[in-house]
Nanobody, 123 residues
Framework: QVQLVEFGGGLVQAGGSLRLSCAAS????????MGWFRQAPGKEREFVAA???????YYADSVKGRFTISRDNAKNTVYLQMNSLKPGDTAVYYC?????????????????WGQGTQVTVSS
């Protein structure tokens, strides 16, 4: 069983930056593909970014060029660096772990989820 805990959410002005972290425990971190999703009020949870090992990355079109996903297997941690934030990025951000590296944009591909961290971008 893998446990995931997100850190780093908060309130930021439009144009600002935040870095989210997700610490994993209880499994062999390096064998999992990791993803970030987000859910805004009244909307469905949507894919943001994913990373396999040794480092193939994938992004939603809405965040490409602004967000960067990375991982540190020695620290069992995945990061999401978010730059040039917009009010439309406001959501609860979730970290997730997938045993397989296929279909990483789909919620159903993930086996474990964190509890989420709130990101609010003010205009």
């Amino acid at each position: 069983q893998v446990q995931l805990v997100e850190f780093g959410g908060g309130l930021v002005q439009a144009g600002g930056s935040l870095r989210l972290s997700c610490a994993a425990s209880g499994g062999t971190f390096s064998t999992y593909a990791m993803g970030w999703f987000r859910q805004a009020p009244g909307k469905e949870r949507e894919f943001v970014a994913a990373i396999r090992w040794p480092g193939n990355t994938y992004y939603a079109d809405s965040v490409k060029g602004r967000f960067t996903i990375s991982r540190d297997n020695a620290k069992n941690t995945v990061y999401l660096q978010m730059n040039s934030l917009k009010p439309g990025d406001t959501a609860v951000y979730y970290c997730a772990a997938a045993k397989t590296g296929m279909g990483l944009a789909a919620l159903t591909s993930y086996d474990y989820w964190g509890q989420g961290t709130q990101v609010t971008v003010s205009s």
